[in-house]
């Protein structure tokens, strides 16, 4: 039986990076970190779990979200939580999603609802010598605050953002919105005014009684890549596929 991999993002790996090099852009003790708009600069963002991985610059957080292409949106309704994996793209200083004006919990986010949403992209497994020493390479990405909906131009501006992002170059080709199908559609927006980003890289951080055990260790990267394009059996054009 494999063992499970225990770290991760907050798992219950040690994750001691005292011998691994530190994540670019971590602050150390002695950084001034400005507050309380700066990434993890909020006592509700801040990184307790392993701080020495929290990242304070926003162009890493940029980098991450920029990266992704789902988030995971979370909501409480009537005291239940509910996490939505929802495609998101990032437009300046706010993250933008969209959803069917018919789904309750987009209208509860429009209606102002906190919500928190998160972006985890993984780099890594991280194969120690143990279980318990066994974790992820990760880069992952934490907002809160709450949505507000869009209107008019700024609506069909962030639905051409969101589709740029997704499928680049897409929206010059494909036919635009109908009025009904933009009626049946919320696009939300979230600011980047309160967030925090975590980054773990290199390799496991065995502790030394474990290194002459005859067992690999070392990292298996998670690389996520386009597949052959498929073509939709009803194409009635000769047409190449998207070179993306």
């Not at 995971?72 to 959803?99: I, N, T």
């Amino acid at each position: 039986m494999v063992a499970p991999l225990t770290g991760g993002p907050d798992g219950a790996g040690s994750r001691d990076t005292g011998g691994r090099p530190r994540a670019v852009g971590t602050a150390g003790p002695g950084d001034r970190i400005p507050a309380p708009t700066a990434v993890g600069g909020t006592d509700r963002t801040r990184v307790r779990r392993l701080p020495d991985l929290a990242v304070h610059d926003r162009a890493t957080l940029h980098a991450v979200l920029d990266a992704g292409r789902v988030a995971h949106l979370a909501v409480a309704d009537g005291g239940q939580p509910y996490a939505l994996p929802v495609a998101y793209a990032r437009d300046g200083e706010r993250v933008l999603v969209h959803g069917s004006t018919g789904s309750r919990l987009f209208r509860h986010l429009a209606a102002g609802a906190p919500a928190c949403l998160t972006v985890t992209l993984l780099d890594g497994l991280v194969l120690a010598r143990s279980a318990f020493e066994s974790s992820m390479n990760y880069r992952c990405a934490m907002v809160l605050g709450t949505l507000t909906a869009l209107t008019g131009e700024a609506k069909q501006a962030a639905l051409h953002r969101l589709s740029e992002h997704l499928l680049p170059g897409r929206w010059a080709e494909i036919r635009p919105p109908t009025a009904k199908e933009l009626a049946a559609t919320l696009v939300l927006a979230l600011p980047l005014d309160e967030c925090s980003v975590k980054v773990s890289a290199g390799p496991p951080d065995d502790p030394e009684d474990d290194l002459d055990r005859p067992v690999w260790a070392g990292v298996v990267p998670v690389v996520e890549t386009f597949g052959v394009p498929q073509p939709d059996p009803k194409l009635r054009h000769d047409l190449p596929p998207p070179e993306w």
